[in-house]
């Protein structure tokens, strides 16, 4: 038996984490933009245990040997979004005041934020992503403040950009990466679109 070193490529866990994502935020965005009743909850929460919380767990721990603490952080936590939300909807929601509801919708719209600002210098499909994202979380917060329903409707919209934008993404990375070479360009920062 040989004692050669193998060297080990780490694959881009990136379009697993971001397809999961964008899954599950389109479905419950088509929900809260009024495009389906509240009957289509159950899928999203298949969905959001399955795959958007899941996957995106997975995602986020394969960061971890790369070294990536963005999408590390970013990864585990969207996927803990979708455990906490799949949780609070089968679980509790009729045991939490629609305020308290509003915050931790508004704080995930905070940890967003600053995510968002952590992008500037990524690629511009990322920061679009972020971009939609928080504004689509302070959308859905204000929503439940206020109960406007035009809020939440406003925010299912900025939900679905937000999806739209992490499928591209997710497609791109797959799909340069099979190509090995840009197919789908991503926009590095201060690139041209």
Do not use: C
């Not at 971001?18 to 899928?43: C, H, R």
């Not at 795959?51 to 803990?80: C, D, H, K, W």
């Not at 009729?94 to 600053?114: E, I, N, S």
């Amino acid at each position: 038996m040989s004692n050669e070193h193998i060297p080990t490529k780490f694959s881009n866990p990136a379009p697993l984490g971001l397809a999961g994502f964008a899954l599950t935020t389109w479905l419950l965005s088509m929900i809260n933009a009024g495009w389906f009743s509240g009957d289509g909850m159950n899928m999203v929460l298949a969905v959001a245990l399955a795959y958007g919380g899941t996957a995106q767990m997975i995602a986020g721990v394969m960061e971890l040997p790369r070294g990536n603490t963005f999408g590390a952080t970013a990864f585990v936590s969207y996927g803990a979004f979708w455990w906490s939300f799949a949780l609070f909807v089968l679980f509790l929601h009729d045991k939490v005041p629609t305020a308290f509801v509003g915050w931790y919708l508004f704080m995930w719209g905070f940890f967003t934020l600053y995510m968002w600002v952590a992008t500037w210098k990524a690629a511009r499909a990322l920061q679009l992503v972020f971009l939609a994202l928080w504004i689509t979380f302070f959308l859905l917060a204000a929503g439940e403040w206020t109960g406007m329903p035009g809020l939440k409707v406003a925010g299912g919209y900025g939900g679905l950009i937000t999806a739209a934008f992490a499928f591209y993404l997710s497609a791109a990375e797959v799909i340069n990466d099979a190509h090995q070479r840009t197919v789908l360009p991503i926009g590095a920062p201060g690139a041209a679109h």
